[in-house]
């Protein structure tokens, strides 16, 4: 039975232009939440926006750099505009970079932990006074099994998706007497550009051709193969639904059992 969990709700997704946003974007829209897709690729996520309405709801494509406030201040504040309230924020917009720790630029780091921490503490600094005000609603910030665990050359990435969950249980404690929530979301290994990019990035490094890595990446899986993006969404849609209201501050493993704690 098809379910529409979320009519007359607006959700906001960054990252929306690809990937596990766009994933997520998707599946709100089939479940009857108008869309506010963020993202910086114009016209990736313009077809995201239009992939959305299919489904017979409204969507919008807003050019929004996640480490710039005021370009987020402006997209909420079109978002508003068109449907006057947000119920849900996916922050997803995310980088990936990694070298060995003594190897790694200051600029490189500074520039993920921009993206992939500061940029979800912005976004959920901009939405969290909408959901405190009408008493409701949902945060989900897209952290990673990073975020729990680690391997070498990934000091930036961890350090920043271990920020998240740190700053998501902060959130979830300011939201809580106004009964909305913030959950993080753990993925393992999911099939996108990003995880096509770490590995050319550490199979380069350690002379592994691209598809011989991620085939090993899946081998090492308890499930054997890496996540589809509409696994990762339907776990957001989860933390966003009246099913899970009690459930606040947690970021949940969603990675074939590759990390269990
Ligand atoms: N793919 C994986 O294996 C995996 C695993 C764990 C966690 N994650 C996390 O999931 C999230 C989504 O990753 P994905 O795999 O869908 O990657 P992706 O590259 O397919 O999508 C990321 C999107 O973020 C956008 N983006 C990047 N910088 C931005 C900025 N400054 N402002 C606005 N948008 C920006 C990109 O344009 C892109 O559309 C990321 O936070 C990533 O760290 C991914």
């Not at 459930?247 to 990675?255: F, M």
Request: hydrophobic share 45%; with cysteine.
């Amino acid at each position: 039975m098809e379910m529409k969990r979320f009519v007359g709700q607006v959700a906001v997704v960054t990252g929306a232009a690809g990937g596990i946003g766009k994933a997520c974007a998707l599946r709100f829209a089939q479940e009857g939440a108008n869309v506010a897709c963020l993202d910086m690729a114009l016209e990736r996520n313009q077809a995201t926006a239009q992939e959305c309405r299919s489904s017979g709801v409204e969507a919008l494509a807003l050019t929004c750099n996640v480490t710039d406030p005021d370009s987020i201040k402006a997209a909420v504040s079109d978002t508003l505009a068109a449907w006057g309230h947000v119920d849900i924020l996916v922050a997803s917009a995310g980088i990936y970079t990694g070298s060995p720790l003594v190897e790694v630029p200051l600029k490189q780091w500074q520039r993920l932990i921009d993206i992939n921490l500061t940029g979800v503490f912005l976004t959920n600094q901009a939405v969290a006074p909408l959901l405190m005000g009408q008493r409701s609603g949902s945060i989900i910030n897209i952290s990673s099994m990073a975020g729990k665990t680690s391997w070498p050359a990934s000091a930036e990435y961890s350090a920043a998706k271990s920020g998240v969950i740190g700053l998501t249980r902060s959130v979830a404690m300011e939201l809580a007497p106004f009964g909305a929530t913030a959950n993080a979301v753990c993925p393992g290994n999911t099939v996108t550009d990003m995880v096509q990019n770490v590995a050319g990035i550490i199979g380069g490094r350690d002379g592994v051709e691209v598809a011989e890595w991620l085939r090993l990446r899946a081998a090492d899986c308890p499930m054997k193969r890496m996540a589809e993006p509409w696994e990762i969404a339907g776990v957001v849609a989860f933390l966003a639904s009246n099913d899970s209201r009690y459930l606040t501050g947690q970021a949940i493993e969603v990675d074939g059992g590759m990390v269990m704690s």
